[in-house]
T-cell receptor, first 110, second 111 residues
Framework: KNEVEQSPQNLTAQEGEFITINCSYSVGISALHWLQQHPGGGIVSLFMLSSGKKKHGRLIATINIQEKHSSLHITASHPRDSAVYICAVDRMEYGNKLVFGAGTILRVKS | DVKVTQSSRYLVKRTGEKVFLECVQDMDHENMFWYRQDPGLGLRLIYFSYDVKMKEKGDIPEGYSVSREKKERFSLILESASTNQTSMYLC??????????FGEGSWLTVV
């Protein structure tokens, strides 16, 4: 079993919909990262969380340390949000080495 | 803005060739990483470095080596490229417990 599991693997939404991507992990962590990858390869860090909730524009990320679960929400989705969203955890015993989920492919249709 | 620059965006190399992938970051980060990304497998760590001249193996180091002679530069070396090393390679840098920054990726095809 992978240490970091994301769901769903693929998601198609209509423009304007509220989107949720989930991440569950099975190890102790010092932080969790949400990353965005557009076609062409480059990856951008969206959030780094160790507790609670963070918001940036239409994106909201939450984490529940006790349940080992995090969610990424996109409000009022737009076609430009189409990308791969990747959850990654910073395991306590390995410092800043990340373990990555397989990613969620999001497509937002207009 | 932090910048992580990978020297080559697209490369085509022949089996057996020696391949160098260069990565430079401009934020004085201690940590640098090389990953490869393959469909269905996600990102996998090849090597990482916490300081100049320091390197540690990641999850899939076989067939690769690295060099970090200066803090800002981390090079990935394929000593003898093979077709199963065709992949997208991503460099990243970070300071401990802070945001990680990625380069744009290098698409390597070995024929």
């Amino acid at each position: 079993k992978n240490e970091v599991e994301q769901s769903p693997q693929n998601l198609t939404a209509q423009e304007g919909e509220f989107i949720t991507i989930n991440c569950s992990y099975s190890v102790g962590i010092s932080a969790l990262h949400w990353l965005q990858q557009h076609p062409g390869g480059g990856i951008v860090s969206l959030f780094m969380l160790s507790s609670g909730k963070k918001k940036h524009g239409r994106l909201i990320a939450t984490i529940n340390i006790q349940e080992k679960h995090s969610s990424l929400h996109i409000t009022a989705s737009h076609p430009r949000d189409s990308a791969v969203y990747i959850c990654a955890v910073d395991r306590m015993e390995y410092g800043n080495k990340l373990v990555f989920g397989a990613g969620t492919i999001l497509r937002v249709k207009s | 803005d932090v910048k992580v620059t990978q020297s080559s965006r697209y490369l085509v190399k022949r089996t057996g060739e020696k391949v160098f992938l260069e990565c430079v970051q401009d934020m004085d980060h201690e940590n640098m990483f090389w990953y490869r990304q393959d469909p269905g497998l996600g990102l996998r760590l090849i090597y990482f470095s916490y300081d100049v001249k320091m390197k540690e193996k990641g999850d899939i180091p076989e067939g690769y080596s690295v060099s970090r002679e200066k803090k800002e530069r981390f090079s990935l070396i394929l000593e003898s490229a093979s077709t199963n090393q065709t992949s997208m390679y991503l460099c990243a840098s970070s300071r401990d417990s802070y945001t990680i920054y990625f380069g744009e990726g290098s698409w390597l095809t070995v024929v």
